[in-house]
């Protein structure tokens, strides 16, 4: 747990940092002010917000706070129900109200579009006997669609990746484990590479009363409701160009060819449930696979502030890895989200969250993650993240012991406006490893860092 404590020591300075640079904390993202406070009273209701080209009209009156939070991203409601868009993560997952919504955003008669993309050029050194080093690009390029549709609204999101690029044996990244490279052997200390076709969904959400709604969403392939954002969503994450080694306990099936979300929403609660295939992406990464629909996932959000995201889910998972066809998981997940931002142009972002993953057969294996960033501006991005897990993969597969492992990085990230929209950051960070045991010996004295080049449009 230690390397949890330091996350989460180094979580509360980031915090300490950004309330002593301003305790009234706004934030001016691209020169659009966006009020901010604990809670949805805590801002000015009449201020006005611009973005991607639209205003929100400054209030004359008073506004209740679903009008406020429409204020807060430029009037544009989400796809998925009555709440602005800022809160729409990966998938249907939340993420806090005060999030800043990133993408170029344009209308197209009854169509109202977005399109963003971050690419990555990392080397990746990761030390001692087991590790290797690497170039590679890494990132996604997304796009979104929306439009007014009978009583509803037609949601529509497609997300492609370079990864396969990289090749599939993916990148270097000590103590990562999960999936195959060549369907028999499987990818330990290496990240491995996700598909072409991150997302390709449609979505249809119906109003129920003033603030309520019900939402149907489909991917082929797509994100079932479990776990928090995706970390290439998260704003606590984001920043970061690896891949947490915890992946395979949170978020790893924000890739699922074939999911069936139907879920209610009611103000800053909401409830769904999934259907979806269980089984991973092979490593036919440029492919679109199908199978049946043969597990099931369920999660509750609670979004108590505009800085606060909650989430907790449980997901019955058939046959996810294709090496092990004869077990099954059930996972259970829990997650704090906090974003805040800042008057000087920037936000600080934290997520602390824990997953039980339950083999059947098998053992219980826990994962833990902390991790923050912290802008202090446009310009710079300090970012840090903190993980255990209990893995029984990095001695010989399945069905070996489990050993408790831990990871500390620390990065940072020094970006660019080259034109409007447009940013090329340059970056680097260091990791260290709590590795006990005889699995210690294998991996000697291990260190790692990677640098990079990225690119962020929208």
């Known amino acids: 747990m230690k390397t949890i404590l330091l996350a989460a020591t180094a979580t509360l300075a980031l915090a300490s940092a950004a309330q002593a640079q301003d305790p009234h904390a706004g934030h001016a993202m691209g020169g659009q002010h966006t009020p901010t406070g604990d809670g949805p009273g805590a801002a000015d209701p009449h201020a006005g917000h ?10 004359a009156a008073p506004v209740d706070i679903h009008e406020h939070e429409m204020l807060a991203t430029g009037g544009m409601t989400s796809a998925l129900g009555p709440f602005p868009m800022s809160r729409d993560g990966s998938g249907t997952a939340w993420q806090p109200d005060a999030s800043p919504h990133m993408g170029g955003m344009a209308h197209h008669g009854e169509w109202m579009t977005m399109s963003h993309a971050l690419l990555n050029v990392v080397y990746s050194d990761q030390g001692g006997p087991r590790g290797d080093d690497k170039a590679f690009l890494a990132g996604m390029v997304m796009g979104m669609a929306q439009r007014p549709l009978g009583a509803g609204t037609l949601g529509l999101r497609a997300m492609l990746s370079p990864d396969p690029f990289m090749g599939a044996k993916g990148y270097p990244l000590l103590l990562a484990a999960g999936e195959s490279a060549d369907g028999k052997t499987p990818l330990i200390d290496r990240q491995h590479p996700h598909d072409l076709f991150m ?10 009363g003033e603030r309520g709604s019900l939402l149907l969403y489909g991917g082929l392939p797509g994100e079932p409701a479990y776990g928090p954002a995706s970390f290439m969503h998260r704003l ?6 690896e891949a947490p080694i915890t992946h395979h306990w949170l978020d790893s099936t924000h890739i699922t060819f074939g999911v069936l979300t139907a879920g209610y929403v009611q103000g800053d609660w909401k409830i769904e449930a999934s259907r979806f295939r269980g089984r991973e992406p092979d490593e036919k990464r440029y492919d679109i696979e199908t199978g ?29 890895e294709a090496l092990e066809p004869h077990h099954d998981e059930i996972r259970f997940s829990a997650s704090g989200a906090y974003v805040r931002r800042l008057d000087s142009g920037g936000l600080i972002a934290a997520t602390l969250a824990v997953s039980q993953k339950n083999r059947q057969p098998g053992p219980i294996l826990w994962g833990y993650l902390a991790e923050a960033a912290w802008a202090p501006n446009d310009a710079w991005t300090l970012f840090t ?9 990095l001695a010989g597969g399945h069905g070996s012991p489990p050993v408790t492992v831990g990871k500390l990085s620390v990065g940072v990230v020094r970006d660019w406006q080259v034109r409007p929209g447009v940013k090329l950051g340059l970056g680097g960070l260091v990791s260290a ?11 000697g004295e291990p260190s790692a860092g990677m640098v990079f080049v990225r690119l962020k449009v929208g």
């Open 50 to 59: 611009d973005m991607g080209g639209m205003t929100a009209p400054a209030a």
């Open 199 to 208: 997302e390709l969904s449609a979505s249809y959400s119906l109003p129920v």
């Open 236 to 241: 606590s994450a984001l920043d970061s160009p």
């Open 292 to 320: 049946a629909l043969d597990s099931t996932a369920a999660r509750v959000s609670w979004n108590p502030t505009r800085n606060w995201s909650l989430q907790a889910s449980w997901a019955d998972i058939k046959s996810p």
């Open 385 to 393: 993240r903190a993980e255990q897990i209990d893995a029984d993969e």
């Open 433 to 443: 490893f709590d590795i006990p045991g005889a699995l210690g010996t294998s991996y």
